[in-house]
């Protein structure tokens, strides 16, 4: 699998350790920063990470910040990129099942790197439940995007 990675400074620390991992599973990133600890702004990693996303250019993002809200908040801006905050398996595992979601984010300095990693292997592996009931909701999201969902009577 090919994964875009992007962190500010926060998220740092934790992008070292599952970065080297993802590589050993066999898949290739492509590491948009930071590159180190000074001070950097959440918004500018997330556009880069959930614009090639979206373009297809790889097949899933991963973005870390102090929290993982910031960066979802910033890269579910771009068209097309669906991201979610997963602070545990569960929350993962759904994320990728119910809602088709495209990026991960999650918090530095709400989980530690063991359960970063357990996380980010429940994601990796997890596809989109094809059931009606999710891809018509997740069709409904889209449509919010476009600016075109029809009222339900």
Known sequence: ??????????GRPLMAHLKPWLEAQGHTCIDHGAYDDRPSDYPDYARVVAESVARGEVDTGVLLCGTGIGMSLAANKVRGAYAAVCHDEYSAAMARAHTHANILTMGARVVGPGLALSILAVWLRTGFDQAERHVRRTQKVRDIEAGCLAKES
């Open 1 to 10: 699998m090919k994964v875009a990675l992007g962190c500010d400074h926060a």
